[in-house]
């Protein structure tokens, strides 16, 4: 965890490769969520397929990501280091 959270204070502070590392860390994360769904009745019945469920995470996953850079003083304290609560 303590890596991710470095990896979080430098993309707060403008780090573009530590952003991309954290959202490619995460991205197994939304695979392994995802494959979850796979017995689930709209799966069974190929109404949407475990490969859609990812690629929907994903795009979650990175509106989520620019909702806080846009919204950055809403997720840090008064000294600048993120807010994990």
Known sequence: MDHTIALIEKSHNGDKEARNKFIENRLTQVINIANKYSDREAVKKEIIGV?????????????????????????VDAAGKPVFE
């Open 51 to 75: 490969d859609e469920l990812i690629a929907e995470g994903n795009v979650g996953l990175l509106e989520a990501i620019s909702v806080i850079e846009e919204n950055k003083k809403n997720y």
